[in-house]
Every structure is written in structure tokens, then in C-alpha cells.
């Protein structure tokens, strides 16, 4: 087996919080060693990083690719390439599909075409009820036992509480993770901003923020009530955050995400009725935005996710109201992440802690961490690269990113995964 080591590198290790140079060996797909600046060993292949980031790769919970029914969105190809080129070594994709992965035949359908045309790491996700209908919970033993690693039904919220009930105490009597989306489907129904002044002076549809710290509350009283493994994809308003240090003080098997949208953009970015803007749930206010961001660093929310959701141009160019909600984010979540580092509100462990480690452990992956025997899934990185983004550049076939057009910093320049390299740049 070849032996490459990494020279050279500013190691990134969000386990054990440290940012310091030093070298990193890869043998057999997994890492063997790693030391500081001194003393490295001898190695087949030498990659000398010349100073540049070496960090887990990314581990994305919530991506959306658009197989079957909508391929011309996304495909498992193009994500994988965009995954690639952002630094993400697994994608964890979500169920809301045409049809919904809700029985065992589609999983392994999907779970093929993904191994077949992804060069980097793909789980998938199973839906909780059948058709994502909220009515009736599909077959959680034999979806796990072909392979899904998560079941959710996305945003489409269940209403009925008995149903949800059930569906946790099987799950938990399995060991399954059940993702929600806390949100009150009856408030939020409708709406395309947040609600306050600017939604107002707009004349947007708007939900209030208690809409989210209401269906986070009812979720809780029914992980009391079960006892089931729980994450809620978004937590994006300052008003949820008391109901979940509560949950987790309190000793429920509970984490937490939020997307990268909403820890780098707020609702003022709406502005002039842009729909690349327009995402699910709605911007926020900056007061959550910096909540959220403060949660994060406290270590409250456990992780940031891309909730890479393509959408074509039509449904895109429509008045805002009417306009599909989603961002692609694949190839934007580092550069966006490293908005946070450059403002000196979260540094780089703390990102990787949040974007790497946390979802592999949520679901029970050795990846994430830079530690000998993990997997040598990496990304090389550039955190001070200035540019400016071209949609038209990105590598998924839908464009709609709300940071066309924006100034970034920090570039991918490698992604490896189990020490082969998936992506280089130019």
C-alpha cells in the first residue's frame, strides 16, 4: 500500500480544538500517523501543502439531489462533482424526492446510482412516513437494514401527533435517528419571510419565529414521551434556543443544525424581492442570525449543513411569493463558513467541529477528525483566497445561490477521500 504524507499543512483538528502546522500520513485509505513540524517520517508520495489548511472533509447532512424524478436539477454526478470541489467528502441526502425514498426498492435504487456516480462519499436518508404524507410511518427496519442512516420527512412537518409518537418509539426500539423540521405547518403555511418591519414594508407573506420555537417544543414533549434519537435540521431563530438547552440539560438524545444561509445572510438581504434569496425556513432577523452563531460557538448547535436544495431557473423566475424555496450550497458552504472565521466570530476548529466531527458522530461515522485508524477523507484549503463567485461556474446543474456575484474568501485546493484525491484545482 502506497504511503502519502502531508508536509507542511496548518492541521485543523476540531477533536481536540488545535490549528497548528505539522504533517499527516495516509496509508490504505485511513490515517496512520500524524506528528508535529519536526520528525516526519518517510512516505512513497510527499504532498507538501506549503502552509495551506488540512482539515476532516466536510460531512453534509440534508443534501438534496434531485434522484429520481427531477435529474434535471441535480443529479448524483453533478453533486458529487460540486461536493467534490467544496470540500465535502460525505453527503448525507435527504428523501424528498418524486416519488419520496420511502420503501427499500427505492433506497437500493438510489444507494446504487450514488456509489456509481458520486466520487465521494454518499448516505442516504429514508423518508419517516409513507410518501411523506404524515399519515402512516413507512418500514423503518427493513429501510435501515437496506442501508438508510436517517429517516425524515423533510419539511413537510407531521401534524398528527400520534403518528409521530409511533414513529419515535419504533425508531428508538431500533436505534434509528429520526430527523424533524421544527416549524408549526399551520402558522408557517404560506410564507416567505419573516414576520417584522421589513416584511411589512415589503407586503411578503410572513410567519412569526415562535412558529419554529413551537414545533420544537411539541417535538420535545414527544422525545420525553419516546425516548427516541433526535436532530432538528434548522434551528434558526434565538427563540428556540431556550427550548433546546432545556432538552439537552435535561439529558434527551437531542442535536441541533442550522444552515449556512442562515448563519451568513438575514432577511434585509431579501432586499429588492431577489428569489435566490428565498430559502426554507425564511432569513431571519440579525439579532437570530447572531444567536445562532453565538449557539455555535457555546456548542448548543451541533451542526451547519449546506440544505443544498437545487431549483431550475422556472421555478426561480417567478414574483417572490410564488418563487420555489431553496439555495444550491454544495461549493458555497466552506467560503461561506470561512465569512464566520474572518470575522473573528467562530475560528476554524470550531467550524470543522460543527461541520466535520458532529455529523459524522450524529450518525455514527468514523470520519471527521484527524486521528489515527479515522478515514482519510481531507480537504486542503486556501482560507484567505479571495474571489468573486460566477453561478455559471458552480458545478451543480441548478445555479440558484444567493452569493452570486459575492466577494469570498478561501478556496478548495484538494479533496481526498479515503486518501485518493476527488477534486484539485486548476
Given at each position: 500500500m502506497t504511503k502519502t504524507l502531508f508536509t507542511n499543512a496548518r492541521l485543523i483538528d476540531p477533536e481536540a480544538g488545535t490549528d497548528g502546522l505539522g504533517w499527516l500520513l495516509v496509508e490504505g485509505g485511513r490515517i496512520t500517523a500524524m506528528g508535529g513540524e519536526a520528525d516526519a517520517p518517510g512516505a512513497d508520495e510527499r504532498l507538501d501543502c506549503a502552509g495551506q489548511c488540512l482539515a476532516p472533509g466536510i460531512v453534509d447532512i440534508g443534501?438534496?439531489?434531485?434522484?429520481?424524478?427531477?435529474?434535471?436539477?441535480?443529479?448524483?454526478?453533478?453533486?458529487?462533482?460540486?461536493?467534490?470541489?467544496?470540500g465535502v467528502t460525505t453527503m448525507a441526502t435527504r428523501p424528498d424526492t418524486l416519488p419520496a425514498i420511502d420503501s427499500p426498492e427505492v433506497l437500493e435504487f438510489v444507494a446504487r446510482r450514488a456509489n456509481e456516480a458520486a466520487p465521494v462519499n454518499v448516505l442516504v436518508m429514508a423518508a419517516l412516513t409513507k410518501g411523506r404524507d404524515g399519515r402512516e410511518m413507512t418500514e423503518i427496519g427493513f429501510l435501515m437494514d437496506a442501508g438508510a442512516v436517517a429517516f425524515t420527512d423533510c419539511d413537510h412537518v407531521v401534524s398528527d401527533n400520534k403518528v409521530l409518537s409511533r414513529a419515535l418509539t419504533y425508531a428508538r426500539s431500533l436505534g434509528a435517528l429520526v430527523i424533524c423540521h421544527p416549524q408549526d405547518p399551520g402558522l408557517s403555511a404560506g410564507a416567505a419571510a419573516t414576520s417584522g418591519k421589513f416584511a411589512s414594508l415589503r407586503g411578503l407573506p410572513a410567519?412569526?419565529?415562535?412558529?419554529?420555537?413551537?414545533?420544537?417544543?411539541?417535538?420535545?414533549?414527544?422525545?420525553?414521551?419516546?425516548?427516541?434519537?433526535?436532530?432538528?435540521?434548522?434551528?434558526?431563530?434565538?427563540?428556540?434556543?431556550?427550548?433546546?438547552?432545556?432538552?439537552?440539560?435535561?439529558?434527551?438524545?437531542?442535536?441541533?443544525?442550522?444552515?449556512?444561509?442562515?448563519?451568513?445572510?438575514?432577511?434585509?438581504?431579501?432586499?429588492?424581492?431577489?428569489?435566490?434569496?428565498?430559502?426554507?425556513?425564511?432569513l431571519r432577523s440579525e439579532e437570530d442570525r447572531q444567536a445562532v452563531i453565538e449557539a455555535l460557538r457555546s456548542g448548543l448547535i451541533d451542526i451547519i449543513s449546506s440544505m443544498h436544495t437545487p431549483q431550475d431557473e422556472?421555478?426561480?423566475?417567478?414574483?417572490?411569493?410564488?418563487?420555489?424555496?431553496?439555495?444550491?450550497?454544495?461549493?458555497?458552504?466552506?467560503?461561506?463558513?470561512?465569512?464566520?472565521?474572518?470575522?473573528?466570530?467562530?475560528?476554524?476548529?470550531?467550524?470543522?467541529?460543527?461541520?466535520?466531527?458532529?455529523?459524522?458522530?450524529?450518525?455514527?461515522?468514523?470520519?471527521?477528525?484527524?486521528?489515527?485508524?479515522?478515514?482519510?477523507?481531507?480537504?486542503?484549503?486556501?482560507?484567505?483566497?479571495?474571489?468573486?463567485?460566477?453561478?455559471?461556474?458552480?458545478?451543480?446543474?441548478?445555479?440558484?445561490?444567493?452569493?452570486?456575484?459575492?466577494?469570498?474568501?478561501?478556496?478548495?485546493?484538494?479533496?481526498?477521500?479515503?486518501?485518493?484525491?476527488?477534486?484539485?484545482a486548476d
Amino acid at each position: 500500500m502506497t504511503k502519502t504524507l502531508f508536509t507542511n499543512a496548518r492541521l485543523i483538528d476540531p477533536e481536540a480544538g488545535t490549528d497548528g502546522l505539522g504533517w499527516l500520513l495516509v496509508e490504505g485509505g485511513r490515517i496512520t500517523a500524524m506528528g508535529g513540524e519536526a520528525d516526519a517520517p518517510g512516505a512513497d508520495e510527499r504532498l507538501d501543502c506549503a502552509g495551506q489548511c488540512l482539515a476532516p472533509g466536510i460531512v453534509d447532512i440534508g443534501v438534496k439531489v434531485c434522484e429520481p424524478g427531477e435529474r434535471h436539477k441535480e443529479s448524483y454526478r453533478s453533486a458529487g462533482l460540486a461536493a467534490a470541489a467544496g470540500g465535502v467528502t460525505t453527503m448525507a441526502t435527504r428523501p424528498d424526492t418524486l416519488p419520496a425514498i420511502d420503501s427499500p426498492e427505492v433506497l437500493e435504487f438510489v444507494a446504487r446510482r450514488a456509489n456509481e456516480a458520486a466520487p465521494v462519499n454518499v448516505l442516504v436518508m429514508a423518508a419517516l412516513t409513507k410518501g411523506r404524507d404524515g399519515r402512516e410511518m413507512t418500514e423503518i427496519g427493513f429501510l435501515m437494514d437496506a442501508g438508510a442512516v436517517a429517516f425524515t420527512d423533510c419539511d413537510h412537518v407531521v401534524s398528527d401527533n400520534k403518528v409521530l409518537s409511533r414513529a419515535l418509539t419504533y425508531a428508538r426500539s431500533l436505534g434509528a435517528l429520526v430527523i424533524c423540521h421544527p416549524q408549526d405547518p399551520g402558522l408557517s403555511a404560506g410564507a416567505a419571510a419573516t414576520s417584522g418591519k421589513f416584511a411589512s414594508l415589503r407586503g411578503l407573506p410572513a410567519v412569526s419565529p415562535m412558529a419554529e420555537r413551537m414545533g420544537l417544543d411539541r417535538d420535545i414533549a414527544l422525545l420525553e414521551m419516546t425516548g427516541a434519537k433526535y436532530h432538528a435540521d434548522q434551528i434558526t431563530t434565538a427563540r428556540a434556543l431556550p427550548a433546546l438547552e432545556r432538552a439537552k440539560r435535561n439529558g434527551l438524545d437531542i442535536t441541533a443544525g442550522t444552515s449556512i444561509h442562515h448563519l451568513t445572510l438575514n432577511e434585509l438581504d431579501v432586499s429588492d424581492y431577489r428569489t435566490f434569496f428565498k430559502v426554507k425556513p425564511p432569513l431571519r432577523s440579525e439579532e437570530d442570525r447572531q444567536a445562532v452563531i453565538e449557539a455555535l460557538r457555546s456548542g448548543l448547535i451541533d451542526i451547519i449543513s449546506s440544505m443544498h436544495t437545487p431549483q431550475d431557473e422556472e421555478s426561480k423566475r417567478l414574483p417572490f411569493e410564488e418563487a420555489a424555496s431553496g439555495a444550491v450550497a454544495l461549493e458555497t458552504l466552506l467560503p461561506a463558513a470561512l465569512r464566520l472565521y474572518h470575522a473573528e466570530a467562530l475560528d476554524l476548529p470550531t467550524l470543522f467541529r460543527a461541520m466535520s466531527l458532529n455529523p459524522a458522530k450524529r450518525l455514527g461515522l468514523a470520519a471527521g477528525r484527524l486521528a489515527v485508524g479515522a478515514p482519510a477523507d481531507l480537504v486542503l484549503f486556501d482560507p484567505h483566497k479571495p474571489f468573486v463567485l460566477d453561478r455559471f461556474a458552480l458545478r451543480s446543474k441548478s445555479k440558484n445561490t444567493p452569493f452570486d456575484g459575492a466577494r469570498l474568501q478561501g478556496k478548495v485546493l484538494a479533496t481526498f477521500v479515503a486518501g485518493i484525491p476527488v477534486y484539485e484545482a486548476d
